[in-house]
């Protein structure tokens, strides 16, 4: 079994109202895990948003905080809700109505990785799946419900940046008539996770960097930002996704020659997210 359910880095005094998380950046494969799967250990992170946990780690130093998987999305997705179980992998579940996700092996115990590949050779017991969901997914889901309610208390605002990366191929086809392909994709499941003015600076955080920016397609967002995201509460929540050529090889699963130089770049993006909201906290306001 993965050794955490997650990593949290603090801020030493919390400034900021903006909370990044990371629920797809998990890389810890354990061989419990590894020999009950059909995939080698290189296929089996295909699905990993690999380094997403190193390009956002500076977080702290900017007064927000920062949590991050434990587990990888190949053995239990964060970004899934506890019930998405997929009776195609799972023995003892039944089908209850249509869900897309959970039909095309990306329910909270994942069946497939990238492009379609089966993670197992046969189905897995329930027992297993509620073992993963009890372990991994309800503390990181505890973690990060806890740093937004804190940020609430504090700020009288939170904000949600859930951090993920895309591959390149994703937006093929988002990008037509001479437009250029997005590199960043914003989702705020149009419009319901969180309030324009609060995505607005996002958006002009990258953009103003260099980057081509698009809100909602191909990804609005999943689980998370539905889940977490109240904007009439002051409670917002982003999906950002990231193309992964900018700073990796995607076939190799490492950073290629432009990663340190992007995470410098957006190093700086990160600070401008992190000065949304109130500038300091309503007990130092009051004073």
């Known amino acids: 079994m993965p050794k955490v359910p997650y ?9 900021s ?18 020999r ?14 690999a380094y997403v946990d190193r390009l956002f780690d500076c977080a702290p130093q900017f007064g927000a905080a920062f949590l991050k998987a434990g587990a990888p999305r190949a053995f239990v997705d964060l970004n899934r809700a506890a019930d998405e179980l997929d009776p195609a992998l799972i023995e003892g579940v ?20 990238a492009n ?18 009890e372990g991994y997914w ?4 505890a973690a990060l419900r806890g740093l937004l309610d804190a940020a609430h208390a504090g700020f009288g605002e939170a ?24 590199e960043i994709v914003i989702g705020d499941r149009f419009g319901a996770s969180a309030s324009a003015h609060v995505v607005d ?8 960097a260099g980057f081509t920016v698009s809100r909602n397609t191909p990804f609005a967002g999943a689980y998370i930002t539905q889940h977490y995201g109240r904007p009439a509460r002051r409670q917002h929540a982003v999906q950002v996704e990231i193309d992964r050529a900018i700073y990796m090889d995607e076939s190799r699963i490492r950073p290629n020659a432009n990663f340190h130089a992007f995470r410098r770049v957006l190093r700086g993006i990160i600070a401008e997210i992190a000065a949304i909201g109130p500038a300091q906290p309503r007990q130092m306001a009051a004073e």
Request: charged share 25%.
């Open 7 to 15: 990593h949290l880095f603090r801020p030493e005094a919390p400034t």
């Open 17 to 34: 109202c903006v909370v990044f998380a990371s629920p797809h950046s998990g890389r810890d494969y354990p061989w419990s895990f590894l």
């Open 36 to 49: 009950h799967t059909v995939l080698d250990e290189h296929s089996i992170r295909s699905s990993e948003d």
């Open 94 to 113: 039944r089908q209850s109505g249509h869900n897309p996700r959970v039909a095309s092996g990306l329910g909270v115990v994942p069946r497939v990785v």
């Open 116 to 133: 379609g590949r089966a993670i197992y050779r046969g189905k897995l017991p329930l027992s297993e799946a509620e073992r993963r969901i």
């Open 138 to 141: 309800r503390p990181y889901h």
């Open 159 to 182: 904000v949600l940046i859930d951090c993920h990366s895309m591959p390149h191929e994703a937006v093929d086809g988002v990008a037509r008539g001479g437009a250029r392909r997005p």
């Open 201 to 208: 600076r996002i958006e002009h955080a990258f953009a103003s």
